[in-house]
């Protein structure tokens, strides 16, 4: 059964420091997600992209967040200067249509120190 | 308000019964609803979608969505201790992409 990828599975970072998060969508998914949920919290839409752009992004995607799927398969997330806020369990999912299913990647857990 | 609201639970059920968990939201634009199972540490895996007023059936699993009252339940029948999760309501206004999710209502199911 097809799946959405995530790399790495875990991520310690100094703060300050810039992370990339990697994504490998479900191949036939025009629509691609990140999602985060930090501990004990509700998970927390960031930002979607589709047709090589953002399509909609919330406020918490300032910034220090960009996305990119720089050789068509890879979707990514970065976070340019990461703060100790920022640790969280990062989600990306994929969509085939809008208003369709999204799946979720196993997920990042992101450590700020 | 919150956008979408569950309660957190844990819901206790025995083994063989059908565990009802609830979901209301406030936004009377959202066209789509789904549900989502996490197991502690991974990821929200997709259990329902629905999006008309009714029932829908999935195996063990069945959605319920009330438009009017902005109500969406998942009944689990004969419920398994592997049922064992948080449960994720989501909901996505027509033609946006995001998800609002609930904070989740954790369900126990005992031998």
Redesign the interface.
């Known amino acids: 059964e097809p799946e959405v990828t995530q790399t790495p599975s875990h991520q310690v970072t100094q703060m300050g420091q810039e992370v990339i998060l990697r994504c490998v969508p479900i191949s036939n998914h025009l629509y691609f997600y990140w999602y985060r949920q930090i501990l004990g919290q509700k998970v927390e839409f960031l930002v979607s992209f589709y047709n090589n752009e953002i399509s909609e992004k919330s406020e918490i995607f300032d910034d220090q967040f960009s996305v990119e799927r720089p050789d068509g398969s890879n979707f990514t997330l970065k976070i340019r200067s990461t703060k100790l806020e920022d640790s969280a369990m990062y989600f990306c999912a994929t969509a085939r249509q809008l208003n369709t299913e999204a799946f979720f990647g196993q997920g990042t857990r992101l450590t700020v120190v | 308000q919150k956008e979408v609201e569950q309660n957190s639970g844990p819901l206790s059920v025995p083994e063989g019964a059908i565990a009802s968990l609830n979901c209301t939201y406030s936004d009377r634009g959202s ?2 609803f ?1 549900w ?1 199972r996490q197991y502690s540490g ?5 259990i329902m ?1 629905i999006y008309s007023n009714g029932d829908k059936e999935d195996g063990r699993f069945t959605a319920q969505l009330n438009k009017a009252s902005q109500y969406v339940s998942l009944l689990i029948r004969d419920s398994q201790p592997s049922d064992s999760a948080t449960y ?1 309501c ?1 909901v ?1 206004r ?11 209502t954790r369900l126990q199911v005992f031998p």
Do not use: H, R, V
């Open positions: 066209q789509s789904f989502y991974k990821s929200p895996e997709l979608s994720l989501a996505k027509e033609n946006t992409d995001k998800l609002i999710f609930g904070t989740g």
